[in-house]
């Protein structure tokens, strides 16, 4: 069965220093993976979504940036953090051309930027 | 531009009773509509989808209207329990695009 790992679970950082949150996942190839982040009263924002090895599609400019080295690892980064980087960042995986576009949540890394 | 709405930011509702969340979506070209479940500090998990071309989709106590030529899906959930008490999120896509989601309905599903 497949699973998808996030990690840290909680994350927090001074306003200015660098970010890197890792995802992996395991039981599937050439997943599309993607970045959320849920910040309070916005929902589910879309912030990369990955469709193979080093292709990313930006759905939102702003000072994060996400890389995919390997098929099933998905890495999203900053180099100077903003309060406003602060929220609940999620991790999702799909089959390509998945029948459904039922995507598989990870658990979630909360980071709270000072 | 917001292309999928929930209105209702959160909804309180009785064990046994009803609950009824609404979305509403300005996208006419979308075609695939899910409905996902989030309890807090955890990343949220497929709860039921529905294909444009179909008008109720059922799973359980779970069931999805969805009401093209208005715009408008529901997830009705029948009998509510306490275990039901989460936020949920309506997302679309077209095609095998991106998901679009709302931004939430926080249920209550009082003993």
């Known amino acids: 069965s497949q699973t998808i790992h996030q990690w840290p679970a909680t994350l927090v950082q001074p306003v200015g220093s660098p970010l890197s949150l890792e995802c992996t996942v395991e039981?599937?190839?050439?997943?599309?993976l993607y970045w959320y982040r849920q910040a309070a009263g916005r929902g589910l924002q879309l912030l990369f979504y990955?469709?193979?090895?080093?292709?990313i599609s930006s759905e939102v400019p702003q000072n994060l940036s996400a890389s995919r080295p390997q098929d099933r690892q998905f890495i999203l980064s900053s180099k100077k953090l903003l309060l406003s980087d602060s929220g609940f960042y999620l991790c999702?995986?799909?089959?390509?051309?998945?029948?459904?576009?039922?995507?598989?949540f990870g658990p979630g890394t909360r980071l709270t930027v000072t | 531009d917001q292309q999928v709405k929930q209105n209702s930011p959160s909804l309180s509702v009785q064990e046994g009773r009803i609950s009824i969340l609404n979305c509403d979506y300005t996208?006419?070209?979308?075609?695939?509509f899910l409905w996902y479940k989030k309890y807090p500090a955890e990343g949220p998990t497929f709860l039921i989808s529905i294909s444009s071309i179909k008008d109720k989709n059922e799973d359980g106590r779970f069931t999805v209207f969805l009401n093209k030529s208005a715009k408008h899906l529901s997830l009705h959930i029948v009998p509510s329990q306490p275990g039901d008490s989460a936020v949920y999120f309506c997302a679309a896509t077209e095609g095998y695009s991106t998901l679009t989601f709302g931004k939430g309905t926080m249920l209550l599903v009082s003993p």
């Open positions: 990955s469709v193979g090895i080093g292709q």
């Open positions: 039981g599937t190839s050439n997943p599309n």
């Open positions: 999702a995986w799909t089959m390509t051309g998945g029948d459904g576009n039922e995507q598989y």
């Open positions: 996208n006419s070209m979308f075609d695939y």
